[in-house]
Each structure stands twice: as C-alpha cells, then as structure tokens.
C-alpha cells in the first residue's frame, strides 16, 4: 500500500515538473517568438493596407479591424495570423483576392521580407468576404512548419 502511494505522488511530482518545464522552456518562448514576428507581419499588413485606402483604385479598404493569431487552430510553430477589415469598393471576391495578395507581396519585398530563394515571406492564404468586411490570413513562410502548413493548402484546392 504504502509503495503504492510513493508511486502515485513520484507520477505527480514528474508530471508537474514536466508541465513546468514545458511552460518555461517551450510555450512562453513559442509565444514570445510569434508576438515577435506578429509585429513584423502586422506592420507589413498595415502599409499595404494604406495603400489600398486610396478610392482611385479598384479595391478600396478602411482601418484593420482585427488581427489575431491562429495557432490554436494550426498548431504551434505554424504562423499564420488572420485580419479583418472594413471593405468599402471590391472587384468580386476572386479579383479582390488576388489585388490584395499583389499589394501585399510588393509591400513585402519593397520591404526586404524575403526568403533566402528570393521570394516574399509573407503570403495571402485565405480571404473571404462577408457584409462588406473584409477577411484574410496571411502566412510567413519564414519556418518549415508554416511552409509545410501552405504546401497542404495548395494540395487541397
């Protein structure tokens, strides 16, 4: 009985220290690694966004509604963050897509956010649009485990 019970506190014991150091030694610096290069897109995201406020074009934006990360989703080490914004003139779903995706990929490079091979880093995933607001994931293909995550996505359209 009583090796028993030394049993079932040593599991416990180990099971706590292994939370604990799984928190400070992988959660807290995946976490701090993303707000890191969150910034780094949403600053990106934001000057293209600038550019597409102008009414003479054909896609027309406001102000980022919301950003967020989609982690929870995906899976750690995958970065990919979605944005919302108002959406005030667009050509059609497909055509907005794809305006949006060029502007942000000049904005990229103008930028110098490239892969080594010479390609933008930053990637237009997904976008939809609902009652005149605008949503899009942007993926930065910086690591293996997001290209992974866009190299499937391409296998299932």
């Not at 009583?2 to 604990?20: M, P, Q, S």
């Not at 904005?107 to 605008?134: E, F, H, K, M």
């Amino acid at each position: 009985m009583k090796t028993g019970i030394e049993l079932v506190l040593g599991l416990l014991i180990a099971l706590v220290i292994y939370n604990v150091l799984h928190h400070f030694l992988v959660t807290l610096p995946n976490k701090r690694h993303q707000r890191q290069v969150r910034a780094l897109v949403d600053q990106e995201v934001n000057k293209t966004l600038t550019t597409l406020q102008n009414p003479t074009g054909q896609l027309v934006v406001g102000e980022l509604v919301r950003a967020k990360v989609l982690d929870e989703v995906w899976g750690r080490g995958i970065m990919v963050f979605e944005y919302r914004c108002a959406l005030q003139q667009y050509p059609g779903e497909v055509k907005t897509t794809q305006l949006l995706a060029d502007a942000l990929e000049r904005q990229a490079r103008a930028d110098g956010y490239v892969t080594p091979g010479g390609r933008s880093r930053l990637l237009v995933t997904d976008c939809w649009i609902n009652q005149d607001q605008l949503s899009f994931d942007v993926a930065d293909l910086a690591n293996r485990a997001t290209q992974e995550y866009v190299t499937d996505l391409h296998r299932l359209d």
